[in-house]
């Protein structure tokens, strides 16, 4: 069948009734702007045959195209939000130290030792002068943690969205 030139042979709504060229047009979706169905309508909302098309978007079927793949006619899929990343802000953060003191035993042949200005008090000579010892303690040094002030953003809602207008789903009975 194809279509006149006066569009007769097209569906068309006329004072809210949807009339076609003598095809049955029941089980067909409209959305209408309006708080209730029109006369010959019922609303998609589970109940009577319908599906349930409150708050949610319609999704052409896949068909074989492999952007959706795998679903079937009238399939619900729930929301998901796709992989992303967030901005991280770090104000920047220190860590103490804390030193008691120590010192650092080291074994060291004469020859290889200088001692410039000072005092040598602290420097032993061991095994007829062939030798040099310092003494050693545990370190006792301790690194404590502080607050650190980072944080990483969140973005978005309850729900991931595009711009819409809400209509009230029917279907044709």
């Known amino acids: 069948m194809g279509i006149s030139a006066d569009h007769t042979s097209l569906l068309t ?5 949807w009339k076609g060229p003598g ?3 029941s089980g067909l979706y ?12 019922i609303a998609a909302d589970g109940a009577n045959g319908t599906i349930d098309l409150r708050g949610t978007f319609l999704r052409g079927l896949d068909n074989g ?27 920047g953060h220190t860590h103490g130290v804390y030193d008691p003191g120590h010192s650092h035993n080291y074994n060291l042949p004469m020859s290889n030792v200088m ?12 095994n007829g002068g062939s030798t ?6 545990s370190s006792n040094i301790s690194i404590y943690g502080a607050g650190t002030n980072i944080s990483i953003y969140g973005t978005g809602s309850t729900e991931t969205r595009p711009k819409n207008v809400a209509l009230l789903a029917c279907m044709k009975s």
């Open 65 to 91: 195209r492999g952007l959706d793949a795998g679903r079937t006619l009238a399939s619900y899929q729930g929301d998901v939000f796709a992989n992303h990343s967030h901005s991280v802000y770090d104000p």
């Open 115 to 126: 001692i410039q200005g000072g005092s040598s008090d602290n420097v032993t000579r061991n």
């Open 23 to 25: 095809a049955d047009t």
């Open 132 to 137: 040099v010892n310092t003494s050693w303690n």
């Open 30 to 41: 409209g959305f209408f702007y309006a708080s209730t169905c029109p006369t010959g309508w």
């Open 13 to 17: 709504c006329q004072n809210n009734v």
